[in-house]
């Protein structure tokens, strides 16, 4: 069904016409409408569905395409407006009534239904519950695919793919495993001279984490790079998280507090790379563990933080035989044992 959606990019034969030949123009219309209807009924079984699983993004992407095609249909812009104050962006959905009835008013001259006006007030005052509405899907006439309860899917992430195969840190990749699945921790930082490998470490522990096969799957809500090399200021550490996130933000509120707010519900694991520069900053990963008790922090730095949080992983570079092991192969371990020789093998 979604590489059905997928294909419909608009209205049917968009710009094509016959001269004087009315009953193409029929056709024409009636055949544009019933492929319209079928792409909104499909993307509304797609986006509910996703909304039942708890996938709220997925959900939220496919109602947004409803509301694109048309964006007068008051139950598609309901759906985005519930779909955002599940995913934490309760300004972004009270923002979305405003522009629903802007558009009802300037293309149908009407104000929303009770219905949404109701769901409006229950953002508003944070009343929205989690179930679904009661006037169901299939009570508006499209019955929905009851498919089977879907098993537990890796997590959302933006992690970059790695060209080269990982070598060697086993036992850094344990014990950041461990401390990363110890409720007791919450900020972990690697810590290292530049140079001694701390990216790629923390990348592929989070991509551990990520295909853990162990069907306790953490940081359901995601998992996400976060690179600050490029960054000149402490300021610009919220634009660039909310970036990472694909989070936008609205005027109503102060950026930090949007962000905040956004995610004081999520279970996620923030990786944090190149923190040295920005210790000034440092302040704000401390409101997001006091707010948002499901996200946790992986940090790279050639400084400790500094947080009362903090955990510290000390890193040096990888392993290298001495010359009195590569001499005596007796009794030293094989050199393509060594994680700084296997870089060569």
């Not at 990019?9 to 968009?14: K, S």
């Not at 095609?69 to 812009?77: G, I, N």
């Not at 299939?138 to 899917?153: A, E, F, H, L, M």
């Not at 704000?284 to 790279?300: C, F, H, Q, S, Y």
Request: charged fraction near 20%.
């Amino acid at each position: 069904m979604e590489q059905g959606v997928a294909l419909y990019r608009g209205a049917f034969l968009e710009g094509f016409s016959i001269a004087d030949s009315p009953a193409f123009e029929e056709w024409l219309l009636l055949r544009r409408e019933h492929l319209a209807r079928q792409a909104l009924d499909a993307l509304l079984r797609l986006s509910t569905y996703y909304q039942r699983a708890g996938a709220y993004e997925r959900a939220l992407a496919h109602a947004w395409r409803q509301v694109e095609l048309e964006p007068w249909h008051e139950e598609s812009q309901q759906q985005v407006m519930r779909l955002l104050a599940l995913n934490g962006q309760r300004s972004a959905a009270l923002a979305q009534y405003e522009t629903c009835r802007r558009l009802l008013r300037e293309e149908l001259d009407v104000e929303p239904t009770a219905e949404t006006t109701a769901l409006y007030q229950q953002i508003r005052t944070g009343d929205l519950s989690r179930d679904m509405p009661g006037l169901g899907v299939r009570d508006q006439g499209v019955d929905v695919i009851q498919s089977p309860t879907p098993g537990p899917q890796p997590p959302p992430h933006n992690l970059p793919l790695q060209l080269t195969p990982f070598v060697g840190r086993e036992t850094e990749l344990g014990q950041i495993a461990t401390r990363l699945t110890d409720p007791a921790c919450r900020l972990l930082t690697l810590v290292g001279p530049g140079g001694c490998g701390k990216t790629r470490l923390a990348l592929q522990a989070a991509q551990n984490l990520i295909e853990d096969a162990s069907g306790d799957i953490p940081f359901t809500q995601g998992v996400y790079f976060v690179p600050l090399v490029a960054l000149h200021s402490p300021e610009a550490l919220v634009p660039a998280i909310a970036d990472a996130l694909n989070f936008t933000f609205y005027r109503e509120a102060e950026p930090r507090q949007q962000l905040l707010d956004y995610l004081r519900e999520k279970e996620m694991l923030l990786l944090l790379d190149n923190f040295e520069h920005l210790l000034e900053g440092a302040t704000l990963l401390t409101d997001i563990l006091t707010v948002a008790p499901g996200v946790k922090l992986l940090v790279t730095s050639r400084e400790v933080l500094n947080l009362g949080q903090e955990w510290l992983l000390s890193l040096t570079g990888l392993p290298f035989p001495s010359r009195e092991d590569a001499i005596d192969q007796a009794v030293a371990m094989p050199l393509e044992a060594y994680g700084a020789v296997q870089l060569f093998v």
